[in-house]
């Protein structure tokens, strides 16, 4: 069964930066897509960036552009958000599922990892 662990979040101050991580399992990873999303208190599940299997492809949210990276590093099995430049609109949790431009696996989401833009 796949299954998405994400951790790195915490409580940091506008201008700050984070770096989120997320281990997949129970997927040929090195052969997905894969993806972040967010989800802000009462808001609806968003994409925040992709990246292809093979590391060559990005693709972001208009809100990500020139402060959020996505990296990966298959021999780990992990996927990693560097965000920069946060704001208070970046709050919420954090979550990563395989895709591109959406989720592949709709019904199956880790607990995400918190991040909370605060002064």
């Known amino acids: 069964q796949v299954q998405f662990v994400e951790s790195g979040g915490a409580l940091v101050k506008p201008g700050g930066s984070l770096r989120l991580f997320c281990v997949a399992f129970?997927?040929?990873?090195?052969?997905?897509?894969m993806s972040w999303y967010r989800q802000a208190p009462g808001e609806g599940r968003e994409l925040v960036a992709g990246?292809?299997?093979?590391?060559?492809?990005?693709n972001f949210a208009d809100f990500a552009h020139r402060r959020i990276a996505i990296s990966r590093l298959n021999d780990n099995n992990t996927v990693h958000l560097q965000m920069d430049a946060l704001k208070p609109n970046d709050t919420g949790t954090y979550f990563c599922?395989?895709?591109?431009?959406?989720?592949?696996?709709?019904?199956?989401w880790g607990k995400g990892t918190q991040v909370t833009i605060s002064s």
């Open positions: 599922n395989a895709g591109y431009y959406g989720p592949t696996f709709r019904n199956d």
């Open positions: 129970g997927l040929a990873f090195n052969k997905k897509d």
């Open positions: 990246i292809s299997a093979d590391s060559f492809g990005r």
